[in-house]
């Protein structure tokens, strides 16, 4: 699993090799979200280690912080049904990973921001489901 592609390459990709479809959405899903408790309770601590460290990170670091803070302003604004969306929609540049950035830079607690991005890497697993078996009913 990459950040950038997540289960949005990983569930078709499991399904082009043959896998089981239960066993590549198993798979998909927890691949998914095993970062995402590490990266709520512990990005925060990361990049102020990098920062100390690290100094060359510091602009990086910034830049995604900054990244996060504009995608969470809607998290902010509408909640836990936000994140949810945020982490369901398969668009670029969100995701159960950028959505544990954001539920860590918005301090939201584990708790709430855990089953709302479990949720929506389960809404976008259906969405990739769909299309995959889509774009396969429509090539063969």
């Known amino acids: ?11 078709p990709y499991g399904i082009a090799l043959g896998l089981d479809y239960p ?22 601590r990361v990049f102020i280690w990098l920062r100390r460290h690290w100094p060359k990170m510091d602009s990086f670091i910034t830049k995604l912080e900054a990244k996060a803070h504009l995608k969470g302003e809607k998290v902010q604004k509408y909640g836990p049904i936000a994140l949810l969306l945020f982490v369901g929609i398969p668009l670029p540049g969100t995701g159960a990973w ?8 918005l301090e939201l607690k ?31």
Not at 2 to 10: K, Y
């Open 1 to 11: 699993m990459l950040p950038v592609v997540e289960l949005r390459a990983g569930l």
């Open 98 to 105: 950028t959505g544990s950035l954001i539920a860590a830079l």
């Open 110 to 140: 584990p708790k709430s921001a855990i089953p709302c991005i479990f949720l929506g890497v389960l809404l976008a697993a259906g969405i990739m489901t769909a299309l995959t078996f889509g774009v396969i009913h429509v090539v063969n």
């Open 23 to 44: 066993l590549a959405l198993t798979a998909a899903v927890i691949g998914n979200m095993i970062p995402v408790p590490f990266i709520i309770i512990f990005i925060q």
